[in-house]
């Protein structure tokens, strides 16, 4: 399991984000949603920076902002609305009072029908639409609260009219493209069709992550997974437009589906939220990591924990801590066989299959898989063998991408020729990063003729021996 961790005021120097590293940290998230330009630059910079230094592959993620829904201004600032009143939105921009307020979106008003909810200030106030015009709604107070300027509004019943690229995220990815990110994260996906436009612009300079926050995203989950390279389950928006309750069992719905589609899936928010202020986390928070990485997520994600916090590398200690614990539970591997994807019928599926059962059976020590696209890799690790995964790849871009995958542990290297370079190489790599001993037996995955994308079909078991052990044992 991987440890992403944003980067904010708490982590932003080199030596902090060293830091976040050495304490369990497998890929870094830049928030685009604040900060300059300049600082997320120099996130960026600071990373590869440190990617350079330990001369291992690192993953960045840029996490686009999206559309943002809020009410206009009040007269005071702030109104205060009593259960059962009836309150506007209009298209006026008039400084609103404890009777209207302006709603400066006229798509959004254009959709609204009677019945319809709205949640505003992240479900603080509720609102039901009781009578529906072409520039305004007339709404019922269902939760009541204090309003104040600018607050964010949510519609859970609707399809909101607005695109996932707002001018400021184009500017914003087009950026981080020309900054190397390896991952974009799509806010406010509610349509294939968003992810689609994005996947375009992006022309394959870096992976895609649809994050699902939206009621939409989910009853078009199976598209937008086709389309997109990986999902994040955004417990956040999710909990605001979807009752509490029901987070759960969505979240582990969405783990399954992305690991049937061997995509990679990172679950999302508030999950250590007490270690913004606090060293240690809450039973309950524990628990909720626990959960996520037993249900089979490739990722947790650390936000203000790391960001923000006053305890950064304690946060990303502990999530490190508490994957290490799972995956060594019995119980975990009991959860992952129980809920084991099926193998699609093609050669490298049954590739992929057949080296788990022979890891198994065999005891073997790793498995060792070549591959230029990543996909390779993405497929054995939809089969969580419980033994490192050494990816070894010719192309940098596809060692940074797999940062997120469960159980990788990418290497870029110079590509092989034959058939006896590529035991050598997967002995030498596997001595040299750790993963085995003399003696181990290593399962080898690769493609013939080499060199050649999606043409994965050689199996193979090697056994590392005491002289190779001598020759290529790591130093220093």
């Known amino acids: 399991m991987k440890v992403l961790a944003t980067l904010g005021p708490a982590s932003a120097t080199p030596a902090q984000i060293r830091a976040l590293f050495e304490a369990g940290a497998d890929a870094f998230r830049i928030n685009m949603s604040h900060g300059t330009a300049a600082e997320r630059a120099a996130l960026i910079t600071a990373v590869r920076a440190l990617e350079a230094e330990v001369g291992r592959p690192m993953t960045v993620l840029v996490d686009l902002q999206g559309p943002k829904i809020r009410i206009g201004r009040f007269q005071g600032g702030r109104v205060a609305l009593a259960l059962g009143q009836r309150f506007r939105l209009d298209a ?120 699902i926050e939206r009621p939409a995203a989910l009853a078009a989950i199976g598209p937008i997974l086709e389309l997109a390279d990986g999902i994040m389950v955004a417990r956040g928006d999710l909990g605001v437009e979807l009752p509490p309750e029901r987070v759960p069992g969505v979240q582990k719905a969405l783990v399954a589906a992305a690991r049937a589609a061997g995509k990679p899936v990172v679950v999302a928010t508030q999950m250590l939220e007490s270690m913004v202020t606090s060293p240690v986390p809450t039973r309950a928070e524990v628990s909720d990591v626990a959960n996520a990485i037993y249900d089979g997520a490739d990722a947790v994600m650390l936000s203000a924990e790391s960001a923000v916090g006053r305890y950064a590398r304690e946060a990303v200690a502990m999530m490190d801590a508490i994957a ?108 040299r990063h750790g993963v085995a001993r003399a003696g181990d037996r290593l399962v080898l995955l690769a493609g013939v003729p080499f060199g050649t994308p999606g043409s994965t079909n050689v199996l193979h078991v090697v056994q590392v021996a005491g002289d190779e052990l001598e020759r290529y044992r790591p130093r220093g």
Do not use: N
Request: glycine content about 8%.
């Open 324 to 431: 290490v614990a799972v995956e060594g539970d019995e119980a975990y591997a009991g959860q992952l066989a129980y809920a084991a994807a099926r193998p699609e019928p093609t050669t490298a599926d049954a590739m992929c299959a057949a080296a788990r059962t022979i890891h198994e059976v065999l005891g073997a020590r790793a498995v060792v898989c070549f591959t230029r696209t990543g996909s390779t890799a993405r497929r054995i690790a939809r089969e969580r063998v419980r033994t490192p995964l050494l990816v070894l790849t010719p192309i940098l871009a596809t060692a940074r991408r797999l940062g997120l995958v469960w159980g990788v542990h990418a290497v870029h290297t110079r590509d092989v020729a034959d058939f006896e370079e590529m035991v050598g190489k997967s002995k030498r790599m596997a001595l």
């Open 92 to 211: 006026s921009p008039a400084p609103g009072d404890a009777t209207r307020v302006q709603l400066p979106h006229p798509e959004v008003l254009a959709v609204l029908r009677p019945g319809h909810g709205l949640l505003l200030d992240d479900g603080r106030v509720r609102l039901r639409v009781r009578s529906a015009e072409p520039d305004a709604v007339e709404c019922e107070v269902e939760v009541a609260g204090e309003l104040a300027d600018a607050k964010g509004v949510s519609l859970p019943d609707v399809v909101v009219p607005l695109p996932a690229l707002t001018p400021k995220d184009r500017e914003d990815l087009a950026r981080a493209l020309e900054l190397g990110a390896d991952w974009i994260a799509l806010s406010f996906v509610q349509r294939p069709e968003d992810v689609a436009e994005a996947r375009k612009l992006i022309g394959g300079r870096a992976a895609l992550m649809a994050k």
